[in-house]
């Protein structure tokens, strides 16, 4: 029972160009998100993350964006670089709770 | 500070033989999660920690053992290996207060023929 899904397995963009990826959940009780970058043979890092009490979370060319009635998050990278090629993982969890859920993951293809 | 550390980096294994992968943090992080990735599945949650004496359950417990008598150190043990168990497994640290943010290490690939 997968209860957060990233359904675009990869995704390819041109240097300079918005990178969009996706995240949906199921479960309503998750309160706080997360999104990790994961690069070859790594640890997944942590890049941002957002609350359920925003709609929107900026940290520099990544803004995470949450639409809890629809059960959606995206990342934007603007502009995008070829460094930004990586797997994104988004994760989520509900606060006060151990256990988190992740995504399968979208591979990111920076074209330079 | 080395941050999340795993050992070893690679191991092959025979259906049934034991092993324990190794995994330390330097921070003093309350939490610490054991996660294995698999294609298609993302990072699925096995056990985790939230102090020394304390462990518990998550997502794919079954086939794995875990135990935590320090802060730093929080070992994964496969008692009898099968090859659905091959994988590449995961640590994870993170203080328990605040942030959910969590510090992954290197990850350990294993290969269970």
């Known amino acids: 029972d997968q209860q957060v899904k990233q359904n675009s397995p990869s995704l390819s963009v041109q240097e300079g160009r918005i990178s969009i990826l996706n995240c949906d959940y199921t479960?309503?009780?998750?309160?706080?998100f997360l999104w990790y970058k994961k690069y070859p043979a790594e640890g997944p890092t942590f890049l941002i993350s957002i609350s359920s009490i925003k709609d929107k979370n900026e940290d520099g060319r990544f803004t995470v964006f949450l639409n809890k009635s629809a059960k959606h998050l995206s990342l934007h990278i603007v502009p995008s670089q070829p460094g930004d090629s990586a797997v994104y993982f988004c994760?989520?969890?509900?606060?006060?709770?151990?256990?988190?859920?992740f995504g399968a993951g979208t591979r990111l293809t920076v074209k330079p | 500070n080395a941050g999340v550390t795993q050992t070893p980096k690679f191991q092959v294994l025979k259906t049934g033989q034991s092993m324990t992968l190794q995994c330390a943090q330097d921070m003093n992080h309350e939490y610490m999660s054991w996660y294995r990735q698999d294609p298609g599945m993302g990072l699925r949650l096995i056990h985790y920690?939230?102090?020394?004496?304390?462990?518990d359950q998550g997502e794919v417990p079954n086939g794995y053992n875990v135990s935590r008598s320090t802060t730093e150190d929080f070992p994964l043990r496969l008692l009898s290996a099968a090859p659905s168990q091959t994988s590449v497994y995961f640590c994870a640290s993170s203080s328990v207060w605040g942030s959910y943010e969590q510090y992954f290490g290197p990850g350990t690939r294993l290969t269970v023929t």
């Open positions: 920690s939230v102090g020394a004496g304390i462990t």
């Open positions: 479960n309503s009780m998750f309160d706080y």
């Open positions: 994760a989520a969890t509900t606060q006060g709770n151990n256990d988190m859920r």
